[in-house]
């Protein structure tokens, strides 16, 4: 592709009730997201609120992702937000807090559920380029949860990693510590 | 490999996914390759995953049957429940007598005077040197440490081990001294140092001291906190929060919470959590009030023994108890069904797994 990383035309954005941004991934996909949800992505939002610099693009290339992955991304950080606000009209009620606290465990529960192992990890870069802190944090404990107690093959298979020990050496770190390796669940 | 070269992650990703895991498969993990052994035994990685610890808290409880003298451990965690817990690992009967950090002193039940550190959950331990050069005999019967305590520091990984009673000559009265030996983790020595005798001391409470700012915090039975600074071996003293007395059925105990000092006071109606907020002008402050009207039958025999901002563990006789703060809810971990020889909270320690090293 010819593209020299940020699209420099300027669209001319018709002023919608809310503010949206486009993003452009790097298969091609174009999304029109409220800046609210945009502004989640750290890396945007540092171009943003620069000071002394007015950054009026409306339209970004992001270089490192791909459409699925973002459609996911905005999926969760709008939901988040949502969230968010709901917490915040509970406060003070127990009741109604708690529900929001469920409601929001359910959609989490569910929405890393459907998660191949592969796009949990396309996923993770993802959020990690575009600074996400909290999304991060919940994909980073998705992962431990799911190698937690796995077999070293099985973890070495999920991140596609070669082993570099020789066989010695690798007997002798199991050696070092052998009750870690006891009561591993089956591959 | 992959087309990414050096793996499919950033090394801070891989970092905080292993700082994530449980201790048992942290270890594992050292043999996936040689990079994720290397950042497994960084120092920077050790911190980052005792701080995440910090928010798991749990329980250690010593359960003796009535029907046998052995007794054994069990852990009790909000997370995963009730797990057996063992230290065979130090080929010795040990008694718990400290708990700071991860990490755990223990003295020897059939040789007096032998202590171990250790870290229950990465199986590291340390046999202390002798504390004194002179074996226990009948004409230096100092016998046991009356209090034992155990400082952890996460930043710099040493610690220290207190011991601390008083000096009796065979068949006489205190001589009016009280001695601390202190174990220093670095210099593998210890060393000793003498304080005059303080009304105080002879009203502290064992098994409540609490390491934070760098010093040892014990509860007396007055109104005062007994502090012992580890920098300079100096004891000074530190006022509970002024609305907080025993009397009229109060009882106070002293925990740590989320790094502070706390002070836990339980009348028959209510438990009240306070926290030194500002530990440099010993600023308390009132952070929750809990009724204890679900709980009134447990009330005369409820003890708590680790905290943190969102939940409190307690123990009785026979249970142990968490109580979830946001929530507001209490919840049973863990019943005795038979008679135990002792109440539970007799030998109950706040504990978290990390992966402080004891060498």
Known sequence: MADDGVNTKVEAVSKATTETIELRTEDGGVFDVDKPVAMEFLILKSFYEDEGRVFDKTSIRLPNVKQLELSKVIEYCTRALEFGAKSAAAAGDKDAERMVRQEREGFEAEFVDELSNEMLKELILAVNFLDIKEMLDFLIRSVANRIRNRSVAYVRQFFDIENDFTPQEEDQIHQENAWAFEGVDAD | ?359
Not at chain 2, 68 to 83: F, Q
Not at chain 2, 174 to 181: A, E, K, Q, Y
Not at chain 2, 209 to 218: A, C, D, E, R
Not at chain 2, 250 to 263: F, P, T
């Open chain 2, 1 to 359: 490999m992959n087309s990414r070269g050096d793996g499919f992650f950033p090394d801070e990703v891989i970092l905080q996914i292993l700082a994530r895991l449980p201790v048992k498969s942290l270890f594992m993990c050292k043999t996936v390759c040689k990079l994720w052994y290397r950042l497994s035994a960084d120092k920077y990685f050790v911190q980052l995953y005792n701080d995440l610890s910090v928010k798991n808290l749990m329980v250690l409880v010593e359960v003796s049957e009535a029907s046998d003298s052995k007794s054994r451990l069990i852990c009790v965690d909000n997370l995963s429940g009730v797990s057996e817990f063992s230290l065979d690992f130090l080929k010795d009967r040990v008694k718990i007598r400290a708990s700071c950090n991860g990490l755990l002193c223990c003295s020897s039940i059939p040789d007096k005077g032998v202590y171990y550190v250790c870290n229950p959950m990465t199986r590291e331990f340390r046999l202390l040197p002798r504390s004194r050069e002179r074996p226990v005999t009948r004409f230096y019967p100092d016998g046991e440490a009356t209090l034992v305590g155990l400082a952890c520091c996460s930043s710099s990984q040493k610690f220290n081990v207190v011991l601390a009673g008083y000096h009796r000559s065979f068949g006489h009265r205190s001589d009016g001294t009280f001695i601390c030996l202190v174990f220093d983790s670095e210099l593998n020595r210890w060393r000793k140092f003498v304080s005059f005798q303080d009304d105080h001391f002879t009203h502290m409470k064992r098994n409540q001291v609490v390491f934070v700012n760098g010093s040892l915090h014990w509860l007396t039975g007055s109104s005062c906190i007994l502090v012992l600074d580890l920098h300079y071996d100096i004891w000074r003293k530190m006022s509970l929060p002024g609305e907080v007395s025993y009397g009229s059925g109060n009882r106070i105990y002293l925990l740590e919470s989320d790094g502070c000092l706390s002070v836990i006071q339980i009348s028959d109606a209510w438990l009240n959590i306070w926290v030194l907020k500002d530990y440099e002008r010993e600023e308390w402050h009132l952070a929750d009030r809990v009724s204890l009207r679900c709980v009134r039958g447990l009330v005369p025999g409820i003890f708590p023994i680790s905290q943190t901002g969102e939940y409190v563990f307690l123990a009785t006789h026979k249970q142990v108890l968490v109580y979830q703060r946001k929530k507001r809810v209490w919840k049973v971990m863990y019943s005795v069904n038979n008679s135990s020889a002792l109440p539970l909270w007799f030998s109950a320690h706040a504990f978290r797994s990390t992966i402080f090293s004891c060498y």
